[in-house]
């Protein structure tokens, strides 16, 4: 059941990477209306930290949510991993493609909630109060926008690491044409 495998692998990936939640819930690592250039950047390289180990983690993550025995598991999966990459260079770098393309469509649809639902407005006393901030953030609305970026990247990584077990598991041409021979030689009775 290939849809049930990857709705596995999902929620491990979903409880794997709570870590990128927990980065995105911080309005001021992630946004420059709420905090200063320096978070900014903390929390952008932070992003991208998370988001490589989340990627080459993937596999690993599949592995707990559907091993095969002695084919694919938690410690093989890295290892096959590599074998994929080796193997099948293009079908591993479209499976990486499109999982990018998933974590962009995240950020797309991140911009639309957050275009629908505004986290971030003008602070009306900020220029009366030199102590006030400029923007004032909606942290409800904010978070509406964070976990919804954070269902599609973890779909994205979901993606990844399933689409990488397939092609780890899914027999090579090699192996193939060695079942023929097999089969060539077995007598008919």
Same mark, same amino acid.
């Given at each position: ?8 692998? +999902? /929620?491990?990936?979903? !409880? &794997?990477? *709570?870590?990128?939640? %927990?980065?995105?819930? @911080? ?65 591993? +770098? /479209?499976?990486?493609? !499109? &999982?990018? *393309?998933?974590?962009? %469509?995240?950020?797309? @649809? ?80």
């Amino acid at each position: 059941m290939p849809l049930a495998v990857f709705l596995r692998t +999902w /929620l491990v990936s979903i !409880v &794997a990477c *709570l870590p990128l939640l %927990a980065l995105l819930l @911080v309005p001021e690592l992630m946004r420059s209306r709420a905090g200063s250039e320096q978070l900014l950047m903390i929390g952008t390289f932070a992003l991208l930290a998370l988001l490589v180990a989340a990627f080459v983690a993937a596999p690993v993550m599949s592995a707990i949510a559907a091993p095969v025995a002695e084919r694919w598991t938690p410690r093989s999966a890295v290892r096959k991993t590599r074998a994929v990459w080796r193997s099948r260079t293009g079908q591993a +770098w /479209l499976t990486l493609g !499109v &999982a990018v *393309l998933i974590y962009a %469509a995240a950020q797309v @649809v991140g911009y639309w909630v957050g275009a629908a639902v505004p986290s971030v407005s003008d602070n009306p006393a900020f220029g009366t109060d030199a102590s006030a901030s400029r923007w004032l953030i909606d942290y409800p609305a904010y978070a509406l926008q964070a976990v919804t970026i954070y269902a599609i990247t973890t779909l994205a990584v979901a993606w990844y690491g399933w689409r990488i077990r397939s092609l780890a598991l899914a027999p090579t041409g090699a192996d193939a044409d060695a079942r023929s021979r097999d089969l060539a030689a077995t007598p008919v009775e």
